[in-house]
């Protein structure tokens, strides 16, 4: 059964940091490219991040670009996101997602294969 399970999220001040894990099984986890999106009330889901299958490459969101950083530990089958300076705008849940076949610039949710539930983020002006 494949699993993806987000953690870490909470309620935190702007300016504060937060770090993201997600951790995969039912699936060979190096064989796909992970994602991390975001969802606020009322808006479509937003791509934040992806990493290669090699951790390797990776690119960002222009929003978040310089304040968040995605990695992998393929031994671990876990996907991380460390967010620093934090803002209110980045308050939304925080999905992670994993593609098979994307190769790179899987900007679209419609590119990936499986999802988490999701973690909420929170941040206070």
């Known amino acids: 059964q494949v699993q993806l399970v987000e953690s870490g999220g909470g309620l935190v001040q702007a300016g504060d940091s937060l770090r993201l894990s997600c951790a995969a099984s039912g699936f060979i986890f190096s064989n796909y490219v992970l994602g991390w999106f975001r969802q606020s009330p009322g808006k479509d889901r937003e791509f934040v991040v992806q990493?290669?299958?090699?951790?390797?490459?990776?690119y960002y969101a222009d929003s978040v670009k310089g304040r968040f950083t995605i990695s992998r530990d393929n031994a671990k089958n876990t996907v991380y996101l460390q967010m620093i300076s934090l803002k209110p705008e980045d308050t939304a849940v925080y999905y992670c997602?994993?593609?098979?076949?994307?190769?790179?610039?899987?900007?679209?949710?419609?590119?990936?294969?499986?999802w988490g539930q999701g973690t909420q983020v929170t941040v206070s002006a």
């Open positions: 990493v290669s299958r090699s951790g390797v490459s990776t």
């Open positions: 997602a994993a593609s098979y076949y994307a190769t790179s610039r899987a900007f679209s949710s419609s590119s990936y294969n499986y």
